[in-house]
């Protein structure tokens, strides 16, 4: 409480002192991208071995693709060599006459694979039991990347892409990355409660996650009527055909796009269950046939719910998957989807025992908005645990952070505190972030989620966040960290979220209140904050002048 009423002091403070401000004079100088000794890529990568040497890349390079590699991922290596003013000419093996760049699938027996083998010295636990792992070798001349999979090349290119953005020439370091990420599932879900986003707006997320190896954009939205109230009916062909175009979006970005429906809020019928599975069966069928190659089942925030009618609807929908050959695993979300609503967590024991091992569980921790915290976690695998059974499957943690419908009177874009570095992998499942209305601002919240879920243990939730505005928007990243250094808190909410904001500010507020209430305020205390609030009053008008975001 106490803390409450000096929130309540200072903004009366800060308002009666900006309301002073009358001339704007700080000195904002522009930071633009320069050649670094070591290079700056995010998400954060696993292990990177800087060698002896460097090479200047030529302006037509030769590219080998091995067959499987997928066109997206040749698209994104055209792009990135495209965007760096080089051409690129495609061959079937590595020449002498220029720079060569070798993409190939690891294990696969062709030219690429062969070629690493011997030639390139990389660590093979990273393709032992990880997700999407790649080698990016950079040596004298050849650029080497080795996927486990078309998408593991995809992340590699991605990489290459961040060194490549980084140096003002084409003269790149000898190194070699071996990376891999932590968790299986890494994206964002659409699942406020609030304005949907407009479909440019999905794309553009999906666009910007990509390039941070986000695999999933998660279509729920609470107040799309074919989510939700029309889920049986089939989206008619101009819907269907926005679909389509975020489905392609979704495959050239490989942050896929899941869709969703909600048929527990939309008047799912118990009494006729097979029909039921049936319709939604043949929505995912219609979806299917556009593109859509992932699908899930919520069952948030309507109370209890028939755990046998679950069962057999999940165990239908994962039959149904499988069968199609292309499908990845589904996604479920229970109705006691946190710790304090589980109970006896009997709920989630019967979903443990009754689904395919594929399906994929949400949680959203101890509570509705609650960090992604080793004891949560645990509590999912081991609390209350049937007798003889030693642990559930991990889970797809849903974190509600940083959705602003508890309080939209809120654009949250602090950092990823939330986030804790110190849990287990092995124990998550994957997180997504369930962001704002705001699409755009939220993209601070998906590069935070990004880094994380790639590389827990390396994730340093203030440099991560300071390092995103970069690439969130290069021509006003000051302003906005500026800015978003004060937009951090949500409360008051109705889920005790209280997040800390102002932090550098903070000493100078309480000096000053201090001072204020004790007597003792000189004139330049007074000039000490004005100069901080004319900084925050100067970010507003640059950012607004040269961003490109639209906030």
Same mark, same amino acid.
């Given at each position: 409480?106490r803390?409450k009423? #000096? %929130?309540?002091?200072?903004?009366?403070i800060?308002l009666?002192v900006?309301m002073l401000?009358?001339?704007?004079f700080?000195?904002?100088?522009s930071?633009k991208?320069?050649?670094s000794?070591?290079y700056?890529?995010y998400?954060?990568v696993?292990k990177?071995?800087?060698?002896?040497?460097?090479f200047?890349i030529?302006?037509s390079v030769?590219?080998?693709f091995e067959e499987g590699?997928?066109?997206y991922?040749q698209?994104?290596l055209?792009?990135?060599l495209?965007? %760096?003013? !080089?051409?690129? /000419?495609?061959?079937s093996?590595?020449?002498?006459a220029?720079?060569?760049i070798?993409v190939?699938i +690891?294990?696969s027996?062709?030219?690429?694979?062969?070629?690493a083998? $011997?030639?390139?010295?990389f660590?093979?636990?990273t393709f032992?039991?990880?997700f999407?792992?790649y080698?990016?070798?950079?040596?004298?001349?050849?650029?080497t990347?080795l996927?486990?999979?078309?998408?593991?090349?995809?992340?590699g290119?991605v990489?290459l892409m961040h060194i490549?953005?980084q140096i003002?020439? +084409?003269?790149?370091?000898n190194?070699?990355? /071996?990376?891999?990420?932590d968790t299986q599932?890494?994206?964002?879900?659409?699942g406020?409660y609030?304005i949907?986003w407009?479909?440019?707006?999905r794309m553009?997320l999906m666009?910007?996650?990509?390039?941070?190896k #986000?695999?999933?954009?998660?279509f729920?939205? %609470?107040?799309?009527?074919y989510?939700k109230?029309?889920w049986?009916?089939?989206?008619?062909?101009? &819907?269907l055909?926005e679909?389509?175009?975020m489905?392609?979006?979704g495959?050239a970005s490989k942050?896929r796009f899941?869709?969703?429906?909600?048929?527990f809020?939309g008047?799912?019928?118990?009494?006729?269950v097979?029909e039921?599975i049936?319709?939604l069966?043949?929505?995912?069928e219609q979806?299917?046939?556009?593109g859509?190659r992932q699908?899930?089942?919520?069952?948030?925030?309507?109370g209890?719910?028939?755990? /046998?009618?679950v069962?057999k609807?999940?165990?239908?929908v994962?039959e149904?998957?499988?069968?199609?050959?292309?499908?990845?695993?589904?996604?479920?979300?229970?109705?006691?989807y $946190?710790h304090?609503?589980?109970?006896?967590?009997s709920?989630?024991?019967?979903?443990d025992?009754?689904?395919?091992?594929?399906v994929? !569980?949400?949680w959203?921790?101890?509570?509705?908005?609650q960090?992604? &915290?080793?004891?949560?976690?645990?509590?999912?695998r +081991?609390? /209350?645990l049937?007798?003889?059974k030693q642990s559930r499957?991990a889970?797809?943690?849903?974190?509600n952070?940083p959705?602003?419908?508890?309080n939209m009177?809120r654009?949250?874009?602090g950092k990823?505190?939330?986030l804790?570095n110190?849990?287990?992998?092995?124990?998550?499942?994957?997180v997504v972030?369930?962001?704002?209305q705001?699409?755009?601002a939220?993209?601070v919240?998906?590069?935070a989620?990004a880094?994380f879920a790639w $590389?827990?243990?390396a994730?340093d939730?203030? +440099?991560s966040?300071?390092?995103?505005f %970069?690439y !969130?928007? &290069?021509?006003?990243?000051?302003?906005l960290?500026?800015?978003a250094k004060?937009?951090?808190?949500?409360?008051?909410?109705?889920?005790?979220?209280?997040?800390?904001e102002?932090e550098e500010?903070a000493p100078?507020l309480d000096?000053?209140?201090?001072?204020f209430?004790n007597?003792g305020l000189q004139?330049?205390?007074y000039e000490?904050?004005l100069?901080?609030?004319?900084v925050?009053k100067q970010a507003?008008a640059d950012?607004?002048?040269?961003?490109?975001?639209k !906030?």
């Open positions: 409480m803390r009423r #000096m %929130k309540n002091k200072w903004a009366k800060i009666s900006a401000i009358t001339t704007i700080p000195n904002v100088v930071v991208a320069t050649t000794e070591e700056e890529i998400p954060t696993q990177l071995d800087y060698k002896e040497g460097n200047i030529q302006n030769n590219v080998v590699i997928d066109t991922t698209q994104k055209t792009d990135v495209k965007n %760096k003013g !080089i051409q690129m /000419n495609v061959g093996e590595k020449t002498d220029t720079t060569n070798l190939g +690891k294990d027996g062709k030219y690429v694979d062969t070629y083998k $011997n030639n390139v010295a660590d093979a636990s032992e039991g990880t999407d792992p080698v990016l070798d950079i040596q004298d001349g050849v650029i990347i996927g486990e999979s078309s998408d593991g090349a995809y992340y290119i990489s490549l953005n003002d020439g +084409k003269r790149v370091r190194l070699t990355i /071996n990376d891999y990420a599932t890494r994206g964002f879900i659409e406020y609030g949907p407009s479909n440019e707006d553009a666009e910007f996650g990509g390039n941070f #986000m695999t999933s954009y998660i729920a939205p %609470k107040d799309d009527p989510h109230n029309l049986r009916e089939e989206y008619p062909q101009a &819907e055909n679909i389509k175009k489905v392609e979006v495959l942050c899941v869709w969703t429906a909600h048929p809020m008047g799912f019928d118990a009494n006729r097979d039921e049936a319709a069966l043949n929505k995912f979806l299917y046939a556009a859509v699908f899930g089942v919520l069952g948030d925030d309507v209890n719910l028939d755990r /046998n009618v069962i609807m999940m165990n239908a994962s149904w998957g499988e069968a199609k050959g292309d499908v990845y695993d589904p996604v479920f979300c229970p109705a006691g $946190n304090s609503w589980q109970g006896d967590y709920e989630l024991n019967a979903y025992e009754g689904f395919p091992q594929n994929q !569980i949400f959203t921790g101890e509570a509705v908005c960090p992604v &915290e080793q004891e949560t976690l645990d509590h999912f +081991k609390h /209350n049937p007798s003889g499957r889970p797809l943690f849903w974190l952070w959705v602003n419908d508890i009177n654009l949250l874009m990823g505190s939330l804790h110190n849990v287990k992998p092995k124990d998550l499942s994957g972030t369930n962001p704002m705001d699409a755009h939220s993209k919240a998906l590069f989620i880094d $590389n827990v243990s994730f939730a203030d +440099k966040w300071k390092d995103s %970069k !969130i928007d &290069e021509d006003a990243y000051e302003e960290y500026t800015l004060h937009m951090s808190d949500p409360s008051p909410n109705g889920h005790g979220l209280v997040l800390e102002s500010l100078l000096d000053f209140l201090d001072k209430n007597g004139q330049t205390d000490r904050l100069n901080e609030f004319t925050i507003c950012s607004i002048r040269n961003q490109r975001m !906030i």
